[in-house]
């Protein structure tokens, strides 16, 4: 065989033998790519996905689309093959796998925070866009968890109203650390609570629980990377009592970053007149109760998503814009946003043709 057949047939196998390696050889990354983008204003799967009763509500035409991204599941386990094509493919990208796992979290428990973390945006969309149309909402402080082998499991449960933290009244899920840790580990903190089956009760005939009872519990030092201090082993958070009936239908999605174009949908449906003025809006974000915009994660797929959906402006939180706009799809623009009343004036510049005025994202 001529040395130059035998060269080109050894280099030919080694590139095969490469190959055939790099399908088996595991690396540790995962894939992110645009997920499906639903209109907070439309229907799916057969329903509209905001569902308001007790309270007038009006027609809105036009798009606010919410954005999603797909993940590779926590137990796939990615080759080098299909890492290159990822870093080279415009419609997806390849971050590492503890990004999107961390601490070794399994499937199950990311789906189980994300169910979690969809439920507390939907509840603080409602609350942000009520608060911003100047509705009441009643809110109150609550056990949201309890670390099992704590020193508040058995004593503490999910649901209960903390009304006070040693004598001090509590407003927010904040005070309760705050007080909490004025303790040295070891010593005993008293919490003033309305049960939890009590405050439903009360709910349900819609009055006011007013029965509480004192708890005393002893605390314990913390274990996880922070400085050390005291924790009874539970985490505070809020729930509300609101005028008139909010529903969120939406399967499927998990995560807390469709909180702007939530409340956005529901500002709209109980306004007279047209949000979008007919145009294709999209956006991402999440939202506090007071109506400020965070920062979420995979921003470049949801603009890619948007877009191929025929978005023309996209909602940006303004901790998200300078990602953004380093790679933005040719059509799109992207309007930076950091709180609702920021998004309701873009609307508003976009509706009236004004979007000379709009606060777009640069890279800087």
């Known amino acids: 065989m001529p040395r130059r057949t035998a060269t080109m047939l050894a280099s030919t196998l080694m ?145 209960d109203v903390i009304k006070a933290v040693d004598g001090t009244a509590v407003k927010q899920p904040a005070d309760v650390a705050k007080l909490v840790t004025k303790h040295q580990p070891g010593q005993k ?7 939890a089956k009590e405050q439903a009760a009360a709910e349900k005939k819609n009055t006011t629980a007013t029965t509480t009872r004192d708890i005393t519990i002893t605390t314990t030092t913390s274990d996880d990377s922070g400085k050390k201090r005291a924790i009874v082993g539970i985490s505070a958070g809020t729930d509300h009592t609101f005028p008139f009936s909010i529903d969120i239908k939406l399967a499927d999605v998990g995560g807390p970053s469709a909180g702007l174009m939530f409340a956005l949908g529901i500002y709209d449906k109980l306004t007279p007149g047209d949000l979008t003025g ?24 949801k603009t890619v998503g948007a877009r191929d959906k025929g978005a023309q402006y ?40 004004k979007t000379a005025d709009l606060p777009k994202c640069t890279t800087k």
């Open 189 to 195: 903190v008293d919490f003033t609570i309305v049960p």
């Open 314 to 353: 996209f909602l940006t939180p303004a901790e998200n814009c300078a990602a953004a706009a380093k790679d933005t799809p040719s059509g799109l623009t992207l309007v930076k946003v950091n709180t609702i009343e920021d998004a309701l004036g873009a609307l508003k510049d976009i509706r009236t043709g």
């Open 15 to 159: 590139l095969i033998a490469l190959l055939c390696a790099g399908v088996f050889i595991p690396v540790p990354y995962s894939e992110m790519s645009p997920g499906p983008t639903v209109n907070t204003l439309g229907n799916h799967e057969g329903e509209p996905v905001l569902q308001i009763s007790g309270r007038k509500t009006y027609a809105a035409d036009g798009h606010l689309n919410m954005t999603t991204v797909r993940v590779t599941s926590a137990d796939y386990k990615m080759n080098l093959v299909e890492a290159v094509y990822g870093w080279l493919a415009h419609d997806s990208k390849v971050v590492p796998h503890d990004t999107l796992y961390p601490d070794g979290k399994t499937e199950q428990q990311s789906t189980q925070e994300n169910a979690e973390e969809f439920s507390q945006s939907q509840e603080s969309a409602k609350v942000a866009a009520l608060k911003e149309l100047g509705i009441p909402v009643k809110s109150w402080v609550i056990v949201s968890t309890v670390v099992k082998g704590s020193p508040a499991q058995g004593r503490l449960h999910a649901g």
């Open 278 to 301: 007919g145009k294709f809006v999209a956006g991402t974000g999440t939202i506090d109760d007071n109506g400020k915009v965070g920062p979420i994660g995979g921003i470049e797929m």
